[in-house]
């Protein structure tokens, strides 16, 4: 009976990674646990560990999944769009593998998606621990005035980026109700599969930073909608004390916010929306190393005995260690540009 209902599913669940695999295990098992069936999944695995990609394999085939894997990274823009071209459904629905989703999470995202007609819907999205109870992202704005936004000449052109709604707020809180938003987050979305045969796929030339602006520009520049579903709640373990950076994590951490994948994003996301004259870029550009100092140099300085704590020497460490770390940055981003274009040129991935 399980197997004819995911026959009938109108929606395919896609797996992708963020910046990291610790968690890849736990948030499928998560996903298994709270998500009713009719769906289908596509667990799309590039480039996680040995061990961890074995646990995702089994766990897709005792539950009837498709898991797909490449051996090497791609970025998420990339691995989101090979999900969307395997799937058939009415529906994607997108969640990454370190998101955990509460029950009836799914279900709300539908049963929105059908009564609203809207392209996009996105969930309340929280953050930290307890799960589900901390607000990281409900709802919010690229632009004051989206007429003049996509009217004004380019040189007067002003991104607003305030796309964080009430974070940092209980849940408890603050009262929300479904509503149209600007933006939405893509740590879990649901998208009308025919929105990338009218709109196009997810840009592949943004390989980190502002893709999920960049996509909800996409949506609304071609007259679409995106809805926020706050009936439907899923956590983002962001990296924090709780859930930090692990070791099996740094290659992938260190490529996805490596300073040459940041500066590629947002000089192709300035140029293709005409931002050139936007200030926003001049200063986001500073702070393309600040993920590393808090995902990387902060939790191994951390583990030394009596000065780990000391902001000073943290501060000290990031100093010497940062060039090195954005030296391995930019020779991982040449090895994986290599590598997706043998995969594109000639390569399969495996599918079970």
């Given at each position: 009976?399980?197997n004819?209902?995911k026959?009938q599913?109108?929606?395919?669940?896609v797996?992708?990674?963020?910046?990291?695999?610790s968690?890849?295990?736990?948030s499928?098992e998560?996903?298994?646990?709270?998500?009713q069936?009719?769906?289908?999944l596509?667990?799309?695995?590039?480039?996680?560990?040995?061990?961890v990609?074995?646990?995702l394999?089994?766990i897709?085939?005792?539950?009837?999944?498709e898991?797909?894997?490449?051996?090497?990274?791609?970025?998420p823009?990339q691995?989101?769009?090979r999900?969307?071209?395997?799937?058939?459904?009415?529906?994607v629905a997108?969640i990454?593998n370190d998101?955990?989703?509460?029950?009836?999470?799914l279900k709300?995202?539908?049963?929105?998606?059908?009564e609203t007609?809207?392209?996009?819907i996105?969930?309340?999205?929280?953050q930290?621990?307890?799960l589900?109870?901390?607000?990281?992202?409900?709802?919010?704005?690229?632009t004051?005035?989206m007429?003049?936004?996509f009217n004004?000449?380019s040189?007067?052109r002003?991104?607003?980026d305030?796309?964080?709604?009430?974070?940092?707020?209980?849940?408890d809180?603050?009262?929300?109700?479904?509503t149209?938003?600007?933006v939405?987050?893509?740590h879990?979305i649901?998208?009308?599969?025919?929105?990338?045969?009218?709109f196009?796929?997810f840009?592949?030339?943004?390989?980190?930073?502002?893709?999920?602006?960049?996509?909800?520009i996409?949506?609304?520049a071609?007259?679409?909608?995106i809805?926020l579903?706050p009936?439907?709640?899923?956590?983002?373990?962001?990296?924090?004390r709780?859930?930090?950076?692990?070791?099996?994590?740094?290659?992938?951490?260190?490529l996805r916010?490596?300073?040459?994948?940041?500066?590629?994003?947002?000089?192709?996301?300035?140029?293709?929306?005409?931002?050139?004259?936007?200030?926003?870029?001049?200063?986001?550009?500073?702070?393309t190393?600040?993920?590393?100092?808090?995902?990387?140099?902060?939790?191994?300085?951390?583990?030394?005995?009596?000065?780990?704590?000391?902001?000073?020497?943290q501060?000290?460490?990031?100093?010497?260690?940062l060039?090195i770390?954005?030296?391995?940055?930019t020779?991982?981003?040449?090895?994986?540009a290599?590598?997706?274009a043998?995969?594109?040129s000639?390569?399969?991935p495996?599918?079970?």
């Amino acid at each position: 009976m399980t197997n004819i209902k995911k026959n009938q599913a109108d929606v395919t669940v896609v797996v992708t990674a963020r910046d990291r695999f610790s968690l890849a295990v736990r948030s499928l098992e998560n996903l298994v646990a709270v998500t009713q069936h009719p769906y289908k999944l596509i667990y799309i695995d590039a480039g996680s560990p040995a061990s961890v990609a074995k646990s995702l394999k089994q766990i897709c085939e005792s539950n009837g999944f498709e898991y797909v894997r490449f051996n090497h990274f791609l970025s998420p823009c990339q691995s989101r769009n090979r999900g969307h071209h395997m799937s058939k459904t009415k529906y994607v629905a997108y969640i990454e593998n370190d998101v955990m989703a509460s029950e009836g999470w799914l279900k709300a995202l539908i049963k929105c998606g059908e009564e609203t007609g809207a392209e996009v819907i996105q969930p309340l999205i929280c953050q930290g621990m307890p799960l589900h109870t901390e607000i990281h992202q409900a709802g919010g704005n690229f632009t004051e005035d989206m007429d003049a936004f996509f009217n004004a000449p380019s040189q007067s052109r002003r991104l607003t980026d305030k796309h964080l709604n009430h974070q940092g707020k209980r849940v408890d809180e603050v009262e929300l109700e479904r509503t149209e938003t600007q933006v939405c987050e893509v740590h879990c979305i649901l998208v009308k599969r025919d929105t990338f045969e009218r709109f196009g796929d997810f840009d592949e030339n943004m390989p980190c930073s502002k893709d999920h602006i960049d996509f909800s520009i996409t949506i609304w520049a071609n007259g679409g909608r995106i809805m926020l579903e706050p009936s439907s709640v899923v956590t983002f373990c962001h990296p924090d004390r709780y859930n930090p950076v692990e070791v099996m994590d740094r290659p992938i951490f260190i490529l996805r916010w490596s300073p040459n994948w940041q500066r590629k994003s947002l000089n192709h996301f300035r140029k293709k929306w005409g931002l050139e004259s936007d200030p926003y870029f001049e200063k986001y550009q500073k702070l393309t190393k600040w993920r590393y100092h808090d995902g990387v140099v902060r939790p191994m300085i951390r583990k030394l005995p009596m000065i780990g704590h000391s902001y000073k020497v943290q501060a000290i460490a990031s100093k010497a260690m940062l060039p090195i770390i954005s030296a391995i940055g930019t020779h991982l981003g040449n090895k994986q540009a290599s590598q997706t274009a043998n995969w594109n040129s000639r390569e399969v991935p495996t599918s079970y």
